[in-house]
């Protein structure tokens, strides 16, 4: 871990414990101490005092988050009860589970959401980076735009139940490989056909391939390796 890792801490402020949720999704408010929110150096090098959190949903990851708002969707979420974590992660999202706040929530949906089936396509599913395009300069905060063809994106899905035909794409930096089904180098996740990335934390003058890779609601990667490269350059 890094230096002053057993600083970071989080503490779920609202919603309490037992709490009974009728939407169909909800909104946890989350206070950091010890480290400094961002989403900006996610996948880069660890930096003491910078990180951000992960909330899991009956212990299955749902997403990372750099505010102190987080919401949850509970598309796909079975009525009853279910515990909402919040985790304290480094740069490299290796998380202080040390310092890990939870609290249980009680879903009872007024109007419940049809629930997401298992989907069929004739084609594989397939992946492609159509913008930055390969040598380009990049600098500052700069979208990451894919091309999906035969597969459907849902962020509502994230860390829920496998569901055939869908998941999301992570964009990670040079490298997919690793602990952590190699989410070390994770700049983050998308349940649409655009990431908003960052060049913070990277060296002006250096490239860096951008990776955009399929995966699962539960984020590990397909076993073909569905995957899009190009390499840019930071301004």
Known sequence: MQAGAEKMKVTITSPQSGTKVTDNSVTLQVAATGFDLTCDLAGKPVQEGKGHFHVEIDKSLVDMYCTTKATISL??????????????????????????????????????????????????????????????????????????????????????????GYGHWHLNLDSTSGPMMGMGTMAGMSGTKTFKASTAG????????????????????????????VEVKIK
Not at 88 to 109: R, T
Not at 136 to 154: I, K, M, P, R, Y
Not at 207 to 226: E, Q
């Open 75 to 164: 598309q796909n979420v079975k009525p009853g009860k279910h515990t909402l974590e919040v985790l304290p992660a480094q740069n490299d999202h290796a998380e202080v589970h040390a310092n890990a706040a939870s609290i249980e929530i009680d879903y009872q949906p007024t109007k419940p959401l049809p629930e997401i089936k298992d989907a069929t396509f004739a084609g594989k599913p397939s992946i492609k980076i159509v913008s930055p395009k390969a040598g380009d300069t990049v600098s500052g905060a700069f979208d990451v735009v894919v091309e999906v063809q035969n597969f459907n994106l849902s962020a509502d899905l994230f860390g829920k139940p496998g569901v055939a």
């Open 202 to 229: 990277l060296k002006a003058g250096s490239t860096h391939t951008l990776i955009a890779l399929l995966v699962d609601n539960g984020h590990a990667p397909f076993p073909s390796d569905i995957s899009s490269k």
